[in-house]
């Protein structure tokens, strides 16, 4: 599981991540980057649960899918992940409910869109609605208004909070929050540019141990 807060509005996208996955034993294994970004598709995808189906998404999508923006993208997408997600290992389903997410500027409909693909419910498509989504949920009374600095304060909330769950359904949140940033640009005479930025916004105080957890994990399977 992951750290996922989106922002999503009609001329950009705001997203933060955090970078550790969890292994086996619920041991801290490595850092990694949740975010993708894809240019061809002025898109990103992020995901939660299995960190392996988001990657063989990824791979899907750079390498065998044809679409111009993701609004035409969603159609192929539901099968295609219940073929990926059903050739899984039995044992890999039953451990993760996973969720892909795009979000992307849409030429059709000249705005930017989401879209949400859970294990849940088969990957149906479930168009986002505009506003604040945060994974782990969060409760609390700090609003997503400033980006990043608000969206890794509730990150950092969101730490404290699955701390002190116990292992099961806790989320572990740790490493670096990335911070990605997709916008709408508009200059005078020329069509709208997509700029995306990321940024290494913010690093958890316990980064330094945390590594060291990692690297025993991994000398150790």
Known sequence: ????????????????????????????????????VMPHLNA???????????????????????APHIGMLDEFVPPR???????????????????????????????????AYRSRNRFVSERLQYGTLTQPGYGGGHRLSVFPDDFVEVSRKQRIIQDEQSCDPRVFIGGHIIACRMQREHKDG????????????????????????????????
């Open 81 to 115: 992940l219940r073929y990926l997600y059903d050739h899984r290992p039995e044992d890999g389903r039953q451990a993760h409910a996973s969720t892909i997410y795009h979000l992307g500027f849409d030429d059709a409909e000249d705005r930017f869109v989401g879209f």
């Open 44 to 66: 990103l995808v992020c995901g939660s649960g299995s960190l392996d189906l988001t990657l063989d998404w990824c791979r899907d999508l750079l390498g065998s899918l044809h």
């Open 190 to 221: 020329e069509p709208p540019a997509i700029t995306t930025t990321l940024t290494r916004a913010f690093q958890f105080e316990d980064y330094e141990q945390t590594f060291l957890d990692c690297a025993g994990s991994l000398a150790n399977p």
């Open 1 to 36: 599981m992951t750290v996922i807060n989106i922002a999503l509005t009609e001329d950009g996208v705001f997203v933060v991540a955090d970078t550790l996955v969890g292994v086996s034993g619920n041991r801290p294994g490595f850092f990694t980057s949740k975010i993708h």
